[in-house]
């Protein structure tokens, strides 16, 4: 068995290994769960968030996901006025 020295990987990429497929599956759960909660006013990404992005490939249309601490906590789509985050609270 060979040892590696954590110490000395790499750090963590600001680019996502995740594929467009997993994009889109992490969009349609926040759909989904935050279809009965409250949504504010106005849509602001939260502070400190990651946003991951997949484009459309039949169309000019993107979704974004932001995760917040690996989690996922907002989602928009934005060329369709679509935006939606998991507040906790009951709608």
């Known amino acids: 068995m060979t040892q590696q020295n954590v110490n000395t990987a790499a750090k963590e990429s600001k680019e996502s290994s995740l594929k467009t497929s997993h994009i889109l599956d992490l969009f349609y759960y926040v759909e989904e769960v935050s279809a009965c909660q409250a ?4 849509f602001t990404p939260p ?3 990651e946003e991951l992005t997949a484009f459309d ?3 000019p249309d993107y979704y974004s996901v932001w995760l917040a601490d690996g989690w996922p ?3 928009a789509a934005p060329m369709d ?3 939606r985050v998991l ?5």
Not at 87 to 91: C, I, L, N, P, R
């Open 39 to 42: 949504q504010p006013q106005s």
């Open 47 to 49: 502070v400190g968030a």
């Open 57 to 59: 490939e039949e169309g």
């Open 73 to 75: 906590v907002a989602i």
């Open 81 to 83: 006025g679509f935006f």
């Open 87 to 91: 507040t906790g609270e009951a709608a």
